[in-house]
């Protein structure tokens, strides 16, 4: 049983807007068990949308588009839906009192988005005014949802979702599961997973690098997890030490897990991450529970006056000596168990001979002393690829710490 | 002239890994004139390629795609694409040589990384080891670039856009124009649109609200861009008060341009915005010129001994006497000529019937004294929207002020 994601909108081919419909439900059907086995994203017009539907029909059982539906004159899916399958249109009295009791008789479009194909069933929509349409001709379905993402996804998951696991019950289902590796890169993995999958051949395994960390995924169609144990567990057994998740990739969530488990504080100085790194650990629910703050010193003389710095016209902002006495003024000032710093040359200016762009110190302070390390980062990174890189490397240092 | 999109990932059909590159691809050529007539994503396999290629093939002249070049066991794309075109492999001693200076004889895939379809292009990655490939087979020109964003978007820019430019250049193509403004809504702005609209029947008027502020795009399919100049004049006339840029949306970077030439200092104190708005004036180039810094003041604790706030115990952290006390405090401790704080209850949780979510106050402090605000957010905000549009309220609200 296959399902294929379609996207009708010319403001997405153009790159205006950013598809995220399709991620979320790919995601939460992914979540459910069905296999999403193509997205595809159309323009506004007849004949695309027909031969997209023609196409998918001829691999997959299941469409389910979003966008069109709404009642400007660009909004043809309706339509050209109706035509495919040969239906006429009749207003839904339902559709329309529910449109009248929440609009008002003032909007134009009542009568317009109350009338809808005639053999399609409707998928309420509580949020605006163009209801999900669901068809189901010949053995083949397919869904309509609006575009507006908040709209599509409340009635995906109180309508369409149900619909769908009702109309087609799975057996069988895909399950995975992730693993999350830090200091570790694809290279060191492949050989592993490339011998792994020879014993395994039922089992999918995939390999994603990022900044930091590697996420290994393990996936299999069955009727149960158990097939993914096994595999799991030697991968485990061999890339123990770089272990540090199977929920999420999400080093700062490993890390406030683990904090919050040992009862520890941490506080931050930040200099070249410019208040990121902070933004970083308290984008995560209750960050309150371990983290103080950071004192963001982008100048020398807030490094200096707020932490205590006194190698600045010595060693410089980007230094071994900055960083110590940068985390050791963060860890005082703040009264916090761990405190990390960091001060680089994050680009795309400032870099010199001796300290080229990407040269990044950074220092993480206890009770057990104070030490600094130069940063593994790369000079052609962006700011922000530089930022994560760095985030990720010094919360593995710091979860291979605290024990 | 139609150009294809196409992506190669399992990880993106099950939701695992938003497609930024199709929207990324998308923006970049439609800005040079190019039209994109589809996105396809499909599955790692021979076959959804195969029957990708040559459906897109039926209607488009190119196709672009992403994905699956790496060296590990799922990357086949390779493979699969000179099989589709009847070619063989053949070492390249340039890319070896690359590979070899870059990363050392220890990388286990150089050679499979150096190993190429005979008759393809090459257009060089120097930031990863698999270099795109274009083939021109036939009258099809297919592109093959690196899944890895920061890879791709170096090749397309430096090597696949040329190439395309030269191989199919453009007579006409779209220009566009656009104006930022804050403090307005879509609804001031939309009557005069209109009627611009009807005196300049071949522009195309856009109107993006966004946090904060409001963007106008004017755009043409034409020779150059002489016809934009006369209706956005007409559009600066009528809305100069509100007008910021004519270059980015980013108020951040209007800011930093205005207290530059000003030669006047800025600190921040941040709770709720964690880190996240000092990240967000600190990722514009030469910050520092008038940026201080910013203490991330998330436990009571560090509010009170760092910045001097004595009125937690009374009014909460959440309340116009505690944020005053932080500006008063950040900019006395950063010695900067203005200060803003900020502290609210962002979500999920928290809130209270008193203090719901969605609470967020504010102040500015200067030498003519501090004002306190309560910000306008929405309760249904994800925190990074809540942070946006916060900041970008202060920023309109500061950039006012500074005359």
Redesign the interface.
């Known amino acids: 049983m296959k399902i294929a994601l379609l996207?009708i909108g010319d403001e997405?081919?153009?790159?205006?807007t950013?598809?995220?419909n399709?991620?979320?439900?790919?995601?939460?059907?992914?979540?459910a068990g069905y296999l999403?086995?193509?997205?595809?994203?159309?323009?506004d017009g007849a004949e695309?949308l027909k031969?997209a539907l023609d196409?998918l029909f001829a691999?997959c059982d299941y469409i389910i588009s979003t966008g069109g539906l709404g009642p400007t004159v660009d909004d043809i899916t309706r339509h050209v839906v109706a035509d495919y399958f040969g239906m006429g249109f009749k207003k839904s009295e339902l559709v329309y009192q529910d449109l009248l009791a929440r609009y008002g008789s003032s909007l134009d479009s009542l009568e317009d988005q109350a009338t809808l194909p005639e053999r399609a069933k409707i998928l309420p929509n509580t949020m605006g005014t163009a209801p999900g349409l669901w068809f189901d001709e010949g053995g083949k379905v397919l869904v309509l949802l609006p575009g507006v993402p908040s709209q599509m996804e409340a009635i995906f998951t109180s309508f369409c979702l149900p619909t769908l696991i009702n109309h087609c019950p799975l057996e069988e289902k895909l399950f995975?599961l992730s693993l999350y590796f830090f200091h570790i890169n694809?290279?060191q993995v492949?050989?592993f997973?490339?011998e792994l999958?020879s014993r395994y051949p039922a089992i999918?395994?995939?390999?994603?690098p990022s900044y930091g960390f590697l996420g290994i995924?393990l996936?299999a169609i069955a009727r149960d997890d158990s097939s993914l144990a096994a595999p799991a567990n030697e991968i485990l057994k061999k890339f123990q030490a770089y272990f540090y998740s199977d929920t999420s990739p999400n080093l700062a969530r490993a890390l406030q897990e683990k904090m919050v488990k040992k009862g520890l504080k941490l506080?931050?100085a930040?200099s070249c991450?410019?208040?990121?790194?902070?933004?970083?650990?308290?984008?995560i629910?209750d960050?309150?529970q371990y983290?103080?703050?950071?004192?963001?010193?982008?100048?020398n003389?807030?490094k200096e006056?707020?932490l205590g710095v006194e190698s600045l016209a010595k060693h410089g902002a980007v230094s071994e000596e900055t960083v110590i006495e940068m985390a050791d003024g963060a860890r005082k000032?703040?009264?916090c168990d761990y405190a990390i710093s960091i001060s680089g040359i994050a680009g795309?200016?400032g870099g010199t001979k001796d300290k080229p762009v990407g040269t990044i110190w950074a220092a993480i302070a206890s009770k057990e002393g104070t030490r600094a390390m130069l940063v593994p980062a790369r000079p052609?990174?962006?700011?922000?690829?530089m930022v994560s890189y760095t985030i990720d490397w010094l919360m593995g240092e710091l979860l291979s710490t605290i024990n």
């Open positions: 996207t997405i081919l153009a790159g205006s950013l598809n995220t399709v991620h979320f439900l790919s995601k939460h059907l992914t979540d999403v086995c193509e997205h595809r994203i159309v323009s695309p031969r196409e691999t995975s694809e290279n492949d050989p997973i490339r999958k999918d395994f995939g390999i994603y995924k996936s506080g931050l930040e991450t410019g208040g990121a790194f902070a933004a970083r650990l308290t984008a629910a960050a309150s983290f103080m703050g950071s004192v963001v010193s982008y100048s003389h807030v006056s707020v000032l703040m009264e795309p200016t052609h990174f962006s700011r922000a690829q």
